[in-house]
């Protein structure tokens, strides 16, 4: 029985975005193509508490470059959002 190597091996069929999902925010540590760096000091789940880290975009889109940045459109609905939320907690 022969096996084709090519045809058995999984395939990933997402599309990549073409600039950053969440341009306000830039949260890259919860993105499905963000990274997160740890210090040394960080060796099991206890040593994250209050540490610090380095995150960024595997796709490059946390580089500056301007067609990544928010628009003025998300800026206002991020806004509206964030002024909504509060409002809410603070009743």
């Not at 999984?10 to 950053?20: A, G, K």
């Not at 830039?26 to 880290?53: N, T």
């Not at 889109?61 to 809410?88: A, C, I, M, V, Y």
């Amino acid at each position: 029985m022969s096996h084709n190597l090519q045809q058995d091996l999984p395939t990933i069929s997402h599309d990549l975005p073409i600039r950053c999902i969440d341009p306000v925010m830039k949260c890259c540590q919860d993105c499905a193509w963000g990274y997160c760096h740890y210090g040394d000091d960080v060796e099991c789940y206890a040593d994250l508490a209050g540490c610090s880290f380095e995150s960024g975009c595997t796709l490059g889109f946390d580089q500056g470059r301007p067609e990544n940045e928010p628009t003025d459109e998300e800026l206002q609905e991020f806004e509206k959002e964030f002024e909504s939320h509060w409002k809410e907690i603070l009743q």
